[in-house]
């Protein structure tokens, strides 16, 4: 009974991934057929539209999580050698979902590439959007030590509960949101040269990494963005019957989340996925 309900979890998940990618591959070739000369296989108000809904998940995770506190025990690692409880809990169930076919989506990038088995689904026909030089990007080292040492502090209260296991679920949907909505700067770096590769080509040629990086940056649509994150925050994590201005999680903690971390690290994608773009 339980290696069949297992099976029928593994296949619903390789059902909602097949769905989820067929019609990102649809969209990806309608976008296609409608660009001259069929160039470009996506544009920047659909990666623009993606980014906005990631939003709301990054937030509303990070309101799950607040609902325990620190729990360092997680954390902690029993020897030198030993990995903590949360590290064996993240790696497993990367493990798991990569049987289940979580990682053959290009959206999709492990913290633990090493550990993952083969997909028990047969491999998807889908659209191949990504230069394949740039595509194995995967900075989910730096996500994972911003994550632990410096963002949980900032949303889970001091204190001990010893749920352990349900804090380390929320951990994971809060790391796989941020890897997610980071490592989509491969998607909007593919995009921005598609629709403009000579305002690109020469720095990338002279692997001018500080070049690219103020051609990608808009302080402008930087603010903006803060300012619509912190207004969500405000508006998913009001307290309705506690005081005026109580949040479960401090708007402005989510602002400073993409103003120092986020559109940070997610530019950091672009640029390193560019010097790559012509490889």
């Known amino acids: 009974m339980g290696c069949w309900l297992l099976f029928k979890v593994i296949f619903s998940w390789g059902l909602v991934g097949n769905s989820l990618l067929a019609n990102f591959s649809g969209s990806l070739a309608s976008s296609s057929s409608s660009t001259q000369g ?18 709301d998940t990054i937030i509303f995770n990070l309101i799950e999580r607040s609902k325990y506190p620190m729990n360092s025990p997680l954390y902690h690692h029993p020897t030198n050698f030993s990995p903590s409880l949360f590290h064996f809990f993240l790696k497993e169930s990367e493990a798991l979902q990569a049987k289940a076919g ?17 997909p028990l689904l047969p491999p998807l026909n889908h659209t191949h959007v990504l230069h394949p030089a ?11 030590d911003m994550y632990l040492n410096t963002l949980l502090p900032l ?3 001091k204190g001990d509960d010893g749920n352990y ?21 491969k998607f909007v770096a593919e995009v921005k040269f598609r629709d403009a590769p000579d305002d690109y080509t020469p720095a990338i040629r002279a692997k001018d990494r500080e070049g690219l990086m103020k051609l990608l940056t808009f302080e402008s649509v930087e603010e903006m963005i803060k300012k619509r994150v912190e207004k969500k925050a405000m508006m998913f994590g009001q307290e309705v019957d506690g005081q005026e201005n109580e949040y479960k999680v401090d708007p402005c903690v989510v602002s400073q989340l993409y103003g120092k971390w986020v559109m940070p690290l997610t530019k950091l994608v672009q640029v390193e996925y560019l010097l790559r773009r012509l490889d």
């Open 134 to 144: 740039g595509a194995c990007i995967n900075i989910n080292d730096k996500i994972l």
């Open 155 to 157: 949303i889970a209260a």
């Open 165 to 185: 296991a349900t804090t380390a679920a929320t951990d994971l949907d809060c790391l796989q949101g941020l890897s997610r909505r980071i490592h989509f700067g």
């Open 38 to 55: 069929g160039s470009s296989l996506m544009d920047l108000e659909s990666v623009r539209k993606s980014l906005v809904r990631q939003e």
């Open 102 to 118: 979580r990682y053959i989506s290009p959206e999709e990038n492990a913290f633990f590439p090493d550990n993952l088995p083969s």
